[in-house]
């Protein structure tokens, strides 16, 4: 049950797939502007962002991060184009809980992106190198495109972490 009510939560290729559909590049952009706006701080704040001249004016500020969150979207736009080509797999990370989203695989290594990640792991971006991957597929890592199944796998490995240290 605990499973089934935290799949409804956002995860990070769903947050990706809604913002793809729900904005263009450009309109992504000028909503994240719009809401840093808001902020009562938004100038300064703007200026401390800024990479380039001293003394920037706010409009060259604004230039910047629109490039940026563009750059952002274009990431997001990767990440998933990736993902449908490479099988739209999951690998459960067994040793640190949580589940990423494979998004790249080259000579070299797999790239993915956490996807689910019940205990706030400190990790946005795995890249792993194809032979340690390989190595460690049957002790760390499972491959699957059955999110739901690896989601309860994780659910029932942070259960046993928790009931461990709560003995």
């Known amino acids: 049950m605990v499973s089934a009510l935290k799949t409804k939560k956002m995860t990070e290729l769903k947050r990706i797939i809604k913002t793809l559909r729900d ?12 809401n840093l706006r808001r902020d009562e701080n938004y100038q300064e704040m703007m200026k401390q962002c800024y990479n380039g001249k001293d003394n920037p004016t706010i409009e060259e500020c604004e230039e910047n991060a629109i490039r940026t969150f563009i750059s952002e979207y274009a990431k997001m736009c990767e990440i998933y184009a990736g ?8 690998i459960l990370d067994k040793r640190d809980r949580f589940i990423l989203a494979l998004y790249k695989v080259d000579e070299i290594s797999h790239k993915a992106i956490t996807h689910y990640n019940p205990l ?21 890592f499972e491959i699957s495109t059955d999110e739901e199944m690896l989601i309860k796998e994780c659910d029932e490995l942070v259960k046993m972490t928790v009931d461990l240290f709560s003995s």
């Open 23 to 34: 904005y263009t590049a450009f309109s992504f952009a000028e909503n994240k502007l719009d």
């Open 83 to 90: 993902w449908l080509k490479n099988g739209k797999v999951f």
């Open 120 to 140: 706030n792991v400190d990790c946005i971006e795995q890249a792993t190198s194809n032979n340690q991957f390989f190595k460690e597929l049957e002790n760390r």
